[in-house]
């Protein structure tokens, strides 16, 4: 692909990268095998990026801004502020792409507080499909769409997960970014196979990976990018690792923030679990 400087971007080799947090500033910029960083979108200004994300830049870091508010699975429109200030984070950031969540969450100009997952009806894709092609109209990168975590499902669902983003990606041609723990979150919660996901999946579009840790409460599965991850939520990324090579994988840790040794295993955690794959026959 093209950059915003007009060079090639390989976007086939992010590596191994680190949700960047401004708690994590000074970590990240001494953690060796970082390759790539994800940012909020939401909580920086394109005009004025923190200096530790300029410094990062500045060693040839790709940077990946990540939207929570889009919401691109209401029936409203996409809102046209919120997409300028994703396309000028990526074009302060010189971003390989920009990454959003299918999800909704506002409704009649309320907040919902969650990323909640979209009915998956053909009337709801249909509508989705054009807030799709809205955004991407509006971006200058590609854009890649993120699976979210559910405690419920919606009892008129026509399609699996799987198939919804499937069919939208044939109509769209938006990228994936697969989140093996939300997909790990629906398996525990609502009894949804991460695997059989995974083998529906148009994995060739997929752009890059995210991992993060959670914890169980009263028989659900609570998705709090707030701890390790769990040796299940690893099996997934490993099984997603022999059925495509992934652009990137991504750790995010969001509050609670561990030592920096901590998030070290937890990056080393994830590499040993793409190369266990190695072992697998092939599919």
Not at 47 to 68: K, Q, T, Y
Not at 71 to 93: F, I, K, M
Not at 141 to 153: D, K, S, T
């Amino acid at each position: 692909m093209t950059g915003l400087d007009g060079s090639k971007r390989d976007m086939s080799g992010l590596g191994v990268g680190i949700g960047w947090r401004a708690e994590l500033d000074l970590t990240i910029e001494r953690m060796a095998g970082v390759d790539f960083l994800e940012v909020v979108a939401e909580n920086i200004r394109p005009a004025d990026l923190p200096e530790s994300l300029r410094v990062l830049r500045a060693r040839g870091l790709p940077v990946i801004p990540h939207g929570v508010s889009l919401g691109v699975g209401g029936a409203e429109r996409p809102s046209p502020d919120r997409l300028a200030h994703l396309a000028a984070c990526a074009q302060a950031l010189d971003a390989p792409l920009v990454s959003e969540h299918l999800a909704f969450v506002r409704g009649g100009g309320i907040e919902v507080g969650h990323l909640l997952p979209v009915p998956r009806t053909r009337d709801s894709l249909r509508v989705i499909t054009e807030n799709v092609r809205r955004a991407q109209d509006a971006l200058p990168v590609p854009l890649a769409l993120e699976n979210v975590a559910a405690i419920f499902g919606w009892p008129d669902d026509e399609l699996t997960e799987a198939e919804f983003l499937a069919e939208l990606v044939a109509r769209t041609g938006v990228k994936l970014l697969i989140d093996v723990a939300n997909l790990y979150t629906n398996q525990f919660n609502l009894g949804l196979s991460a695997v059989a996901a995974l083998d529906a999946l148009p994995l060739e579009h997929l752009a890059y990976v995210h991992v993060a840790g959670g914890y169980e409460r009263h028989g659900i599965w609570h998705d709090t990018h707030t701890t390790a991850a769990p040796q299940a939520v690893l099996d997934v990324l490993s099984e997603l690792c022999a059925r495509v090579t992934p652009p990137g994988v991504l750790l995010e840790w969001d509050d609670d923030y561990p030592s920096d040794a901590a998030l070290a295993t937890e990056l080393s955690r994830i590499r040993a679990a793409m190369s266990r794959v190695k072992a697998k026959s092939p599919r």
